[in-house]
Every structure is written in C-alpha cells, then in structure tokens.
C-alpha cells in the first residue's frame, strides 16, 4: 500500500526557508568551502551576482530537511536514506538572506524487498523570482517497516 500511497501523493511546496549568513558561513566552515562569493559581502558586490550568494550544495543539501515536510504522516516506513540523483542542474543563485522552499513531485516508484525506490522531481524555488534556483531528479530509498 505505501508504494501506491507515495505514487498518489500531490505536488507538495515545503514551508519557507532563509538561506541566512550564519547558515552560509556554518556551512562554509563545514565544508571548508570559504570562497569570498559566499562570505565577503564587499568582494561579492563587485561580481555578476551583486553580493554574497549561498553555496550551491547548501541550498541542494535543504533537500533532506524538506523531505521530512513531504513524508511527515506517511505510515509504514521505518527509515529513508538519499540513494543517489539521476540530475542536479543548479539554475539560479541564492543570495544570502533570501529565503527558498522545495517544491516536490514523486516522478516514480520503484519496489524492492522490504524497501521503495521513490524518485522525486524536485525544484528549489527562490522567494521572489522566475527562476528556480536548483531543478534535480532525486532517488530516495524508504525502507518499510
């Protein structure tokens, strides 16, 4: 039944979230990626995007924790995991303070022993603009309970 439920699931937007400075900068420091686009304000000014941007795999790392919005109340499952994505096309810069929400569509449903295969379309939209700032095809594993 969980493989039906998840392959009837309407388009789901997740709640809004700011892509802040300290969020960028924590993630700098985690990744050691401290290039000046992301952290000098003044620097960033003076480059095509006008001023500090987040990371690209920062904005592509939110998916996680948007995914939790998507699978909350769906029963049956014991766990997921990120399998893997078939795409990842970073469209659009994200600068920093703006704020983003996932916009995801089950594409299809694959059924294994004892776990699901769900391949997710999924597009980061940036509060405000046309374009979104990432598009991806995304493979989640779900194991059942």
Known sequence: MLADDLRDLPSFETR???????????????????QFIHLDEERAAQTPFGGCVAHGFLTLSMLSMMSYQVMEGIEGMSSSINYGFDRIRFVSPVRVGRRVRGRFVVASVDEGEGWLGV???????????????????????????
């Open 16 to 34: 809004w979230i700011t892509l802040d400075a300290g969020r960028v900068r924590a993630f700098a420091d985690a990744t050691e990626d401290w």
């Open 119 to 145: 391949h997710w379309d999924v597009e980061v939209e940036v509060e405000g603009e046309e374009k979104p700032a990432l598009v991806a095809n995304w493979i989640t594993r779900v194991y059942l309970a």
